[in-house]
Protein backbone atom coordinates (compact mmCIF):
# COMPACT_ATOMS: atom_id res chain seq x y z
CA UNK A 1 0.00 0.00 0.00
CA UNK A 2 2.91 2.33 0.93
CA UNK A 3 4.55 1.56 -2.61
CA UNK A 4 1.08 2.42 -4.29
CA UNK A 5 0.78 5.31 -2.65
CA UNK A 6 4.56 6.70 -3.62
CA UNK A 7 4.08 5.51 -6.87
CA UNK A 8 0.97 7.93 -7.30
CA UNK A 9 3.01 10.45 -5.43
CA UNK A 10 6.19 10.65 -7.89
CA UNK A 11 3.78 10.27 -10.87
CA UNK A 12 1.64 13.29 -9.45
CA UNK A 13 4.92 15.37 -9.07
CA UNK A 14 5.85 14.03 -12.69
CA UNK A 15 2.95 15.02 -14.23
CA UNK A 16 3.14 18.81 -12.17
CA UNK A 17 6.61 19.16 -13.37
CA UNK A 18 5.88 19.01 -16.69
CA UNK A 19 2.88 20.68 -16.94
CA UNK A 20 4.84 23.73 -15.05
CA UNK A 21 7.11 23.12 -18.19
CA UNK A 22 4.89 23.43 -21.20
CA UNK A 23 3.08 26.34 -19.31
CA UNK A 24 6.73 28.25 -18.79
CA UNK A 25 7.01 27.29 -22.50
CA UNK A 26 4.10 28.68 -23.62
CA UNK A 27 4.70 31.79 -21.55
CA UNK A 28 7.89 32.52 -22.82
CA UNK A 29 7.89 31.10 -26.65
CA UNK A 30 11.33 31.58 -28.59
CA UNK A 31 12.01 35.18 -30.59
CA UNK A 32 14.74 33.27 -32.25
CA UNK A 33 14.77 33.56 -35.92
CA UNK A 34 17.15 32.00 -38.89
CA UNK A 35 20.16 34.36 -39.35
CA UNK A 36 18.90 36.32 -42.29
CA UNK A 37 19.93 38.60 -45.15
CA UNK A 38 18.05 40.70 -47.00
CA UNK A 39 19.68 41.21 -50.88
CA UNK A 40 18.75 43.66 -53.06
CA UNK A 41 20.99 44.76 -56.50
CA UNK A 42 20.47 45.82 -59.78
CA UNK A 43 21.49 43.09 -61.56
CA UNK A 44 18.04 41.20 -63.03
CA UNK A 45 18.22 37.54 -63.21
CA UNK A 46 19.19 37.27 -66.98
CA UNK A 47 22.73 35.75 -65.99
CA UNK A 48 23.99 34.53 -62.73
CA UNK A 49 25.30 36.99 -60.73
CA UNK A 50 22.47 37.10 -58.06
CA UNK A 51 23.13 33.32 -57.74
CA UNK A 52 27.30 33.84 -57.56
CA UNK A 53 26.03 36.46 -54.37
CA UNK A 54 24.19 33.47 -52.80
CA UNK A 55 26.40 30.86 -53.25
CA UNK A 56 29.46 33.12 -51.76
CA UNK A 57 26.85 33.49 -48.88
CA UNK A 58 26.01 29.92 -48.42
CA UNK A 59 29.69 28.69 -49.17
CA UNK A 60 30.21 30.59 -45.52
CA UNK A 61 26.86 30.06 -43.51
CA UNK A 62 24.58 27.05 -45.11
CA UNK A 63 22.11 27.67 -42.80
CA UNK A 64 21.80 31.26 -43.88
CA UNK A 65 17.95 32.44 -45.03
CA UNK A 66 18.70 34.83 -47.78
CA UNK A 67 15.23 37.05 -49.20
CA UNK A 68 15.49 38.80 -52.16
CA UNK A 69 13.93 42.12 -51.85
CA UNK A 70 14.47 42.67 -55.66
CA UNK A 71 16.84 42.11 -58.01
CA UNK A 72 14.94 44.39 -60.58
CA UNK A 73 16.29 48.03 -59.17
CA UNK A 74 16.36 50.34 -62.00
CA UNK A 75 20.09 49.97 -63.28
CA UNK A 76 21.87 52.33 -61.59
CA UNK A 77 19.29 54.40 -59.80
CA UNK A 78 20.75 55.03 -56.20
CA UNK A 79 17.27 56.47 -55.47
CA UNK A 80 15.47 53.64 -56.29
CA UNK A 81 17.24 51.47 -53.85
CA UNK A 82 17.14 53.83 -51.35
CA UNK A 83 13.44 53.76 -51.32
CA UNK A 84 12.94 50.48 -51.50
CA UNK A 85 14.99 50.00 -48.70
CA UNK A 86 13.29 52.44 -46.26
CA UNK A 87 9.96 50.70 -47.71
CA UNK A 88 11.24 47.36 -46.57
CA UNK A 89 13.05 48.10 -43.38
CA UNK A 90 10.69 48.15 -41.22
CA UNK A 91 9.00 44.84 -41.57
CA UNK A 92 11.94 42.99 -41.15
CA UNK A 93 13.66 42.33 -37.07
CA UNK A 94 16.57 44.11 -35.62
CA UNK A 95 19.93 42.05 -36.41
CA UNK A 96 18.72 41.35 -39.61
CA UNK A 97 21.30 42.37 -42.28
CA UNK A 98 20.73 44.27 -45.88
CA UNK A 99 23.38 43.29 -48.28
CA UNK A 100 22.39 45.93 -51.18
CA UNK A 101 24.66 46.39 -54.44
CA UNK A 102 23.31 49.28 -56.33
CA UNK A 103 26.51 50.38 -57.33
CA UNK A 104 27.46 52.77 -60.54
CA UNK A 105 30.98 53.60 -59.21
CA UNK A 106 31.48 50.02 -58.81
CA UNK A 107 35.77 50.14 -58.30
CA UNK A 108 36.02 53.92 -58.18
CA UNK A 109 37.54 55.83 -54.75
CA UNK A 110 33.68 54.88 -53.34
CA UNK A 111 34.00 53.41 -49.80
CA UNK A 112 32.29 49.82 -49.21
CA UNK A 113 30.77 50.29 -45.31
CA UNK A 114 28.80 48.34 -42.90
CA UNK A 115 26.39 50.76 -41.12
CA UNK A 116 24.11 49.69 -38.00
CA UNK A 117 20.73 51.93 -37.38
CA UNK A 118 19.52 52.17 -34.32
CA UNK A 119 17.08 49.64 -35.19
CA UNK A 120 19.26 47.22 -34.96
CA UNK A 121 19.48 46.35 -38.31
CA UNK A 122 23.26 45.85 -40.11
CA UNK A 123 23.74 47.55 -43.91
CA UNK A 124 26.60 46.21 -46.01
CA UNK A 125 26.58 48.57 -49.69
CA UNK A 126 28.49 51.25 -51.09
CA UNK A 127 28.64 54.65 -49.58
CA UNK A 128 26.87 56.31 -52.47
CA UNK A 129 23.38 58.00 -50.46
CA UNK A 130 21.67 54.37 -50.46
CA UNK A 131 21.20 54.99 -46.73
CA UNK A 132 20.02 58.69 -46.86
CA UNK A 133 16.52 57.82 -46.32
CA UNK A 134 16.57 54.76 -43.96
CA UNK A 135 19.09 57.18 -41.97
CA UNK A 136 16.85 60.23 -41.51
CA UNK A 137 14.12 58.03 -40.11
CA UNK A 138 16.10 55.44 -38.23
CA UNK A 139 19.05 56.87 -37.64
CA UNK A 140 22.58 55.61 -37.46
CA UNK A 141 24.37 53.96 -34.42
CA UNK A 142 27.42 53.38 -36.69
CA UNK A 143 29.57 53.25 -39.40
CA UNK A 144 32.95 51.07 -40.32
CA UNK A 145 34.52 50.89 -44.19
CA UNK A 146 35.29 47.40 -44.95
CA UNK A 147 39.11 46.94 -45.94
CA UNK A 148 39.64 43.67 -43.58
CA UNK A 149 40.69 40.99 -46.69
CA UNK A 150 39.61 37.84 -44.33
CA UNK A 151 36.43 39.02 -44.87
CA UNK A 152 36.15 39.04 -48.51
CA UNK A 153 36.86 36.24 -50.70
CA UNK A 154 39.36 35.76 -53.61
CA UNK A 155 42.92 36.26 -53.76
CA UNK A 156 42.94 39.21 -56.41
CA UNK A 157 39.68 41.30 -55.96
CA UNK A 158 37.51 41.82 -58.95
CA UNK A 159 37.32 45.98 -59.39
CA UNK A 160 33.61 44.90 -61.09
CA UNK A 161 32.18 42.48 -59.03
CA UNK A 162 31.84 43.56 -55.49
CA UNK A 163 28.92 42.31 -54.77
CA UNK A 164 30.41 39.13 -55.14
CA UNK A 165 34.27 39.39 -53.02
CA UNK A 166 32.98 42.31 -50.98
CA UNK A 167 29.25 43.01 -49.81
CA UNK A 168 27.72 39.30 -49.70
CA UNK A 169 31.22 37.38 -48.06
CA UNK A 170 30.62 39.87 -45.23
CA UNK A 171 27.27 40.05 -45.33
CA UNK A 172 27.24 36.65 -44.54
CA UNK A 173 29.87 36.66 -41.72
CA UNK A 174 27.47 39.76 -40.23
CA UNK A 175 24.86 37.56 -40.20
CA UNK A 176 26.81 34.85 -38.71
CA UNK A 177 27.06 37.10 -35.54
CA UNK A 178 30.75 38.26 -35.91
CA UNK A 179 31.82 41.40 -34.47
CA UNK A 180 30.88 43.84 -37.45
CA UNK A 181 33.24 46.19 -35.88
CA UNK A 182 36.22 43.89 -37.10
CA UNK A 183 35.66 44.61 -40.86
CA UNK A 184 37.60 47.81 -40.62
CA UNK A 185 38.42 51.43 -39.32
CA UNK A 186 35.08 53.50 -38.08
CA UNK A 187 34.13 56.04 -40.06
CA UNK A 188 31.82 59.79 -39.16
CA UNK A 189 28.42 58.29 -40.33
CA UNK A 190 27.62 61.90 -40.24
CA UNK A 191 29.68 61.81 -43.18
CA UNK A 192 28.20 59.32 -45.11
CA UNK A 193 27.15 60.01 -48.55
CA UNK A 194 23.78 61.47 -49.31
CA UNK A 195 21.13 61.89 -51.94
CA UNK A 196 20.53 65.71 -53.17
CA UNK A 197 16.48 65.16 -52.21
CA UNK A 198 14.87 68.08 -51.44
CA UNK A 199 12.16 67.85 -49.21
CA UNK A 200 8.46 68.09 -49.55
CA UNK A 201 7.36 71.65 -47.75
CA UNK A 202 4.18 72.69 -46.19
CA UNK A 203 3.39 76.34 -46.05
CA UNK A 204 0.48 78.97 -46.26
CA UNK A 205 0.26 78.49 -50.32
CA UNK A 206 0.32 74.71 -50.03
CA UNK A 207 2.41 71.65 -50.11
CA UNK A 208 5.40 70.99 -52.65
CA UNK A 209 7.28 68.33 -53.30
CA UNK A 210 8.87 66.07 -55.67
CA UNK A 211 7.91 62.79 -57.86
CA UNK A 212 10.58 60.52 -57.24
CA UNK A 213 9.93 57.21 -58.90
CA UNK A 214 7.51 55.38 -60.71
CA UNK A 215 5.74 52.39 -58.95
CA UNK A 216 7.16 49.20 -61.21
CA UNK A 217 5.76 48.43 -63.93
CA UNK A 218 2.39 50.38 -63.39
CA UNK A 219 3.31 53.73 -64.28
CA UNK A 220 2.54 54.99 -61.25
CA UNK A 221 3.98 58.34 -60.41
CA UNK A 222 5.49 58.02 -56.51
CA UNK A 223 5.97 61.46 -54.80
CA UNK A 224 8.16 62.21 -51.53
CA UNK A 225 4.98 63.80 -49.71
CA UNK A 226 3.60 61.69 -46.61
CA UNK A 227 0.11 61.33 -46.81
CA UNK A 228 -0.42 63.04 -43.38
CA UNK A 229 0.69 66.57 -45.20
CA UNK A 230 -1.33 66.25 -48.29
CA UNK A 231 -4.40 65.77 -45.70
CA UNK A 232 -3.68 68.90 -44.03
CA UNK A 233 -4.07 71.02 -47.39
CA UNK A 234 -7.87 70.29 -46.27
CA UNK A 235 -9.15 68.01 -48.98
CA UNK A 236 -11.65 65.10 -48.42
CA UNK A 237 -12.47 61.79 -50.11
CA UNK A 238 -13.99 62.20 -53.26
CA UNK A 239 -13.17 66.02 -54.07
CA UNK A 240 -11.41 67.48 -56.52
CA UNK A 241 -7.60 68.62 -56.51
CA UNK A 242 -6.11 70.76 -58.61
CA UNK A 243 -2.43 70.38 -58.71
CA UNK A 244 0.92 70.97 -60.85
CA UNK A 245 3.51 68.38 -62.02
CA UNK A 246 6.64 70.74 -63.64
CA UNK A 247 4.60 72.73 -65.51
CA UNK A 248 1.38 70.81 -66.46
CA UNK A 249 -1.96 71.61 -64.58
CA UNK A 250 -4.00 68.69 -63.72
CA UNK A 251 -7.09 68.03 -61.99
CA UNK A 252 -7.66 64.36 -60.44
CA UNK A 253 -10.22 63.14 -57.80
CA UNK A 254 -8.51 61.98 -54.65
CA UNK A 255 -9.78 58.65 -54.13
CA UNK A 256 -8.86 55.77 -52.08
CA UNK A 257 -8.26 52.99 -54.44
CA UNK A 258 -7.77 52.68 -58.21
CA UNK A 259 -11.69 50.74 -58.88
CA UNK A 260 -12.91 54.31 -57.19
CA UNK A 261 -12.52 55.96 -60.55
CA UNK A 262 -13.70 54.70 -63.91
CA UNK A 263 -11.38 52.51 -66.07
CA UNK A 264 -8.23 54.60 -68.21
CA UNK A 265 -9.15 57.51 -65.55
CA UNK A 266 -6.67 59.67 -63.46
CA UNK A 267 -6.50 58.99 -59.76
CA UNK A 268 -4.81 60.75 -56.65
CA UNK A 269 -4.45 58.43 -53.36
CA UNK A 270 -2.33 57.57 -50.54
CA UNK A 271 -0.01 54.61 -51.34
CA UNK A 272 0.95 51.72 -49.12
CA UNK A 273 3.57 53.19 -47.95
CA UNK A 274 2.02 56.31 -46.77
CA UNK A 275 2.76 58.73 -49.62
CA UNK A 276 0.78 60.24 -52.18
CA UNK A 277 0.62 59.04 -55.57
CA UNK A 278 -1.09 59.34 -59.08
CA UNK A 279 -2.30 57.00 -61.44
CA UNK A 280 -4.33 55.74 -63.97
CA UNK A 281 -6.89 53.23 -63.35
CA UNK A 282 -5.16 50.33 -65.40
CA UNK A 283 -2.87 52.36 -66.84
CA UNK A 284 0.49 53.73 -67.13
CA UNK A 285 0.58 57.72 -65.93
CA UNK A 286 4.05 58.30 -66.60
CA UNK A 287 3.21 57.40 -70.05
CA UNK A 288 -0.06 59.08 -71.13
CA UNK A 289 1.12 62.17 -69.20
CA UNK A 290 4.58 62.08 -70.51
CA UNK A 291 6.44 62.39 -66.87
CA UNK A 292 9.96 61.25 -65.96
CA UNK A 293 11.14 61.35 -62.54
CA UNK A 294 12.38 63.70 -60.98
CA UNK A 295 9.98 66.28 -61.03
CA UNK A 296 8.62 68.63 -59.17
CA UNK A 297 4.94 69.16 -57.96
CA UNK A 298 2.75 71.72 -56.38
CA UNK A 299 -0.57 71.39 -54.72
CA UNK A 300 -2.75 74.65 -53.35
CA UNK A 301 -4.60 74.50 -50.46
CA UNK A 302 -8.04 73.22 -50.67
CA UNK A 303 -10.84 76.11 -51.70
CA UNK A 304 -12.82 76.92 -48.07
Request: glycine share 8%; with cysteine; hydrophobic share 40%.
Amino acid sequence: MTLRIARTINLSVLFVLLTLGSSASAQTPSHKYPPTVVLMTDFGTVDDSVAICKGVMYSILPELRVVDLTQQVTPFSILDGARFLYGATPYYPAGTVFVVVVDPTVGSTRKSVIAKSKRGQYFVLPDNGLLTLVQDRDGIEGVHEITNRNWMIGAALSSTFHGRDIFSPVGAHVADGEDWTQVGPELDFTKLVRLKLTPSKLDQRGLSGAVIATDGPFGNLVTNIAGEDFLQLGYKYGEKVHLTIDKAELTLPFVHTFSDVPLKKSLLYVDSRGHLALAVNQGSFAEIYGITPPTPIFIPRASK
